[in-house]
C-alpha cells in the first residue's frame, strides 16, 4: 500500500479508511451479531422455526435491496457533491431517494401483510415452515417503509462522512432488538412468550427507534444530510432527475435483480430440503459476521474514491482504489483463516441434530477460502465502479456473473446432480471468481471515473 500512494496521501488515505470504513464495519458486526443471535434464539424453537423465519426474512432481503440501490447509487452522487461543498444538491438527491426507497418499501409491505402465504409459496410447500413464515411477515411486512426512510438518512450521514452517527444509533436499535427478541420470543419475567411473533414485534419497535434517531441526530448536527423538503424542492430541475436515473438506476437494477438471484439460490436450496435449508440459513448468519469489515471497506471505498472524483482529484482517485483493493484483500484473507478456525465451533451453539451440524461445519470451512474473493468483489463492485459513477458497467458484470453462472451451477449441482450443499455453495461461488477475473480489465483502463458535479 506505501508504494500504491504519494506520501502526502498516506496519513490522510488512513486517517479517512478507518474514520469511516471501522464505523460502518463494526455497524454490520453489530447487525450481524444480531442477526446470528436473532437465528440463535429462533433456533432454540426448532428447526421448522429457523427456516419459516428465514423465509420470511427473504422477503424483507428482497424489499431491503431496492432500498439499498437507491441509497447505494445515491451514495455516489452526495459523496461526490459533499466533495465539491454543494449541500443544495445532496437535499435533492435524498428527496428522489425516499420516493423510490418508500415506493419499493410499498412494492414488498403489501403482500406481506396481505398476502404472505402465496408469497411464501414460492419458497417452499412445507406448510409447517409457511406458517412459521405467514406469522413473522404479517407482523413485520408494515416495518419495511419504516427501514426505507431509515436507510436513506444513514447511506446520506456516511456519504457526508459521519460514519459514526449511523454506528452509535445502530447500536442502540439492534441492542432494542436484542433485548425485545430475548424478553418475548421466551416470556421473561411479566412478558408473554410470543415465540416467532415476539420477534416479529421487536423488529418492528427496534426499525421505528432507528428512524427516529436518526432524524434526531441529523437535525442536532446540523448536518447536510439533514433532509429538509422545502430545500429539496427548491430549485429542483428535470435535468437533475435525468442524470440522477441514468446514474442510480443501473444500481438499483444492480441490487434487485441480484437479490432475485439470492432468493432464486434460496429456492433451490429449499427444495433440497427443509434440513438444508435451515443450514444455510444458519451459515449465512455466520458467514455474514466475517464479511463485515470487507463490507465496510467496500462501503468506505465508494465514498472515499467518489469525494477525490468531487474534489476533481482523479489520479488520487484511481490511487485511492489501487489501495483499497490491497486493503479488501487482507481483509478477506485474514477472516477467511478466522471462520476456517471457528467452523466447528459456531455451529455448536444452535440446537439442531447432528446432520444439520455437519452440513453446515463443512458448508462453513468450504466456504472460508472464498471470503477472500468475496472481499474483492464487494470493493469492486460496491466501492470502485459506483464510487466512480460506472455503475452500468457494474449491473452488466454482476448480472452475467449471477444469472448465466451463479444459477445455472446452483440448478445442475443441486437439483440435477444432487449434490451436498456444501459442494454446492462452493460451486455457486464460481460466480464471485468470474465478477473479479471480468472487472480487472476496466479498473486497469480508467474508464470507470466519471465526476458527476456537474449536474449539480
Same mark, same amino acid.
Given at each position: 500500500?506505501?508504494? %500504491? ?24 458486526? %453489530? ?34 435491496? %431496492? ?64 406458517? %412459521? ?300 471468481f468470474c465478477k473479479v477475473l471480468f472487472i480487472i480489465p476496466r479498473i486497469i483502463s480508467n474508464r470507470w471515473v466519471n465526476n458527476l458535479t456537474e449536474i449539480g
Open positions: 500500500m506505501r508504494t %500504491i500512494l504519494l506520501p502526502s496521501e498516506r496519513k490522510d488515505f488512513l486517517k479517512k479508511l478507518f474514520t469511516i470504513a471501522l464505523p460502518i464495519g463494526l455497524q454490520n458486526l %453489530i447487525s450481524s451479531s444480531l442477526s446470528f443471535l436473532d437465528t440463535l434464539m429462533i433456533g432454540q424453537l426448532g428447526v421448522t422455526q429457523i427456516a419459516g423465519v428465514g423465509l420470511g426474512n427473504q422477503i424483507f432481503f428482497l424489499a431491503s435491496l %431496492i432500498f439499498f440501490g437507491a441509497c447505494s447509487g445515491a451514495t455516489v452522487f452526495v459523496s461526490q457533491f459533499y466533495g465539491a461543498q454543494k449541500y443544495k444538491s445532496i437535499q435533492h438527491v435524498m428527496l428522489i431517494s425516499f420516493i423510490v426507497s418508500l415506493c419499493g418499501a410499498l412494492v414488498f409491505a403489501v403482500p406481506s401483510v396481505f398476502f404472505p402465504i402465496f408469497l411464501l409459496r414460492l419458497f417452499t410447500t412445507d406448510m409447517a415452515v409457511i406458517e %412459521i413464515g405467514r406469522q413473522y411477515l404479517v407482523t413485520v411486512g408494515a416495518s419495511y417503509l419504516l427501514s426505507a426512510c431509515s436507510m436513506v438518512i444513514s447511506f446520506s450521514l456516511r456519504a457526508t462522512n459521519d460514519a459514526k452517527s449511523p454506528l452509535l444509533i445502530s447500536m442502540a436499535s439492534l441492542g432494542t432488538n436484542a433485548l425485545l427478541n430475548w424478553l418475548l420470543i421466551f416470556g421473561i419475567g411479566p412478558f408473554p412468550r410470543l415465540e416467532v411473533y415476539g420477534a416479529a414485534l421487536a423488529t418492528v419497535i427496534s426499525r421505528a427507534l432507528e428512524l427516529v434517531l436518526l432524524i434526531w441526530i441529523a437535525r442536532k448536527r446540523k448536518s447536510p444530510a439533514s433532509f429538509h423538503l422545502s430545500q429539496a424542492i427548491d430549485g429542483f430541475e428535470k435535468s437533475f432527475l435525468k442524470q440522477y436515473m441514468k446514474t442510480c438506476l443501473p444500481v438499483m437494477l444492480n441490487e434487485f435483480l441480484w437479490a432475485l438471484g439470492m432468493t432464486a439460490y434460496k429456492m433451490v436450496y429449499s427444495h433440497m430440503g427443509t434440513d438444508v435449508l435451515a443450514s444455510v440459513n444458519m451459515t449465512n448468519s455466520i458467514q455474514d459476521l466475517f464479511l463485515v469489515f470487507a463490507l465496510g471497506i467496500g462501503n468506505a471505498s465508494g465514498i472515499m474514491i467518489g469525494n477525490q472524483i468531487g474534489k476533481n482529484q482523479k489520479e488520487a482517485a484511481v490511487r485511492y482504489a489501487k489501495a483499497l483493493l490491497f486493503a479488501s484483500f487482507a481483509c478477506g484473507l485474514f477472516f477467511g483463516v478466522f471462520m476456517a478456525s471457528f467452523s466447528s465451533l459456531l455451529p455448536r451453539m444452535f440446537n439442531i441434530p447432528e446432520n444439520i451440524y455437519e452440513m453446515t461445519r463443512l458448508t462453513l470451512l468450504f466456504l472460508s477460502p472464498i471470503l477472500i474473493i468475496k472481499s474483492l468483489s464487494i470493493t469492486l463492485i460496491v466501492g470502485v465502479l459506483r464510487g466512480g459513477g460506472d455503475t452500468r458497467h457494474a449491473l452488466k458484470i454482476e448480472m452475467i456473473c449471477v444469472w448465466l453462472i451463479g444459477l445455472p451451477a446452483a440448478i445442475i449441482s443441486g437439483l440435477v446432480l444432487k449434490l451436498p450443499i456444501y459442494y454446492v455453495v462452493m460451486i455457486v461461488s464460481l460466480d464471485e
